[in-house]
């Protein structure tokens, strides 16, 4: 079974309108944590967020947060405000503490594309 | 600070030859990841070290591929003999087991390799 699933290979928005990116996972460790990455066409990795399992809130950074729903294993990533330079891949991730350790298995990856 | 450095940035090399990737990770960071992207397979984990010590490295996809990490600041993955199929965006990322963040991990640009 994956571990990470996106869903959407694909998605079109309108410049400044809210965007909300899939990503449910699988595991049955106790603790792990989840990120997302963004990939612009330039081909760099990009650390956007990380939200760990026992945070008791939502991970923000700046326009992006994690919509985090542990008992549903969902991790959406939000971007409000929506710009151009937003048209990216974006990937979500997960580590498991004890599972895998230091290692982070990501997903497919979803192709954003901000429409001016 | 310096990110996570990678040299070459391309490289084309033709079959047979030996191709040699080069990276440094950002300084303090104790782990370092190799990666490998194509559009077929995604992003692949090939290798990993914690505090120079290979410690997973069951994503290298043959004896071909070798990594090395002599010091905490450089680390190399050769390829002997490349081959077509090799052809790829090749990522060192690192990452940092201090703080109370989730490591995550920190990309390098990024290697394209063209074996023709």
């Known amino acids: 079974a994956q571990k990470i699933t996106q869903t959407q290979p694909g998605m079109f928005v309108q410049e400044k309108e809210a965007v909300t990116l899939d990503c449910t996972y699988d595991?049955?460790?106790?603790?792990?944590?989840l990120f997302w990455y963004k990939q612009p066409s330039s081909g760099e990795m990009i650390f956007l967020i990380y939200?760990?399992?026992?945070?008791?809130q939502n991970a923000t950074e700046g326009r992006y947060s994690l919509n985090f729903q542990k008992a549903r294993k969902s991790a959406n990533l939000v971007i409000s405000a929506s710009q151009l330079g937003d048209s990216a891949m974006y990937f979500c991730?997960?580590?498991?503490?004890?599972?895998?350790?230091?290692?982070?298995?990501f997903g497919s990856g979803t192709r954003l594309s901000i429409r001016p | 600070d310096a990110g996570v450095i990678q040299s070459p940035r391309h490289e084309v090399t033709e079959m047979g030859q030996e191709v040699t990737l080069r990276c440094k990770p950002i300084?303090?960071?104790?782990?370092l990841f190799w990666y490998r992207q194509t559009m077929m397979r995604g992003l692949e984990l090939l290798i990993y070290?914690?505090?120079?010590?290979?410690?997973?490295d069951s994503g290298m996809p043959e004896d071909r591929f070798s990594a090395k990490m002599p010091n905490a600041s450089f680390s190399t993955l050769k390829i002997q003999p490349s081959e077509p199929r090799d052809s790829a965006v090749y990522f060192c990322?690192?990452?940092?087991?201090?703080?109370?963040?989730?490591?995550?991990?920190?990309f390098g640009p990024g290697t394209r390799l063209t074996v023709t």
């Open positions: 990322a690192s990452s940092s087991s201090e703080g109370s963040g989730g490591y995550e991990q920190y």
């Open positions: 300084s303090g960071h104790d782990y």
């Open positions: 991730a997960m580590r498991e503490v004890y599972s895998s350790a230091s290692k982070i298995i």
């Open positions: 939200q760990g399992s026992y945070d008791q």
């Open positions: 070290f914690n505090n120079n010590v290979p410690i997973d």
């Open positions: 595991t049955s460790d106790p603790s792990y944590g």
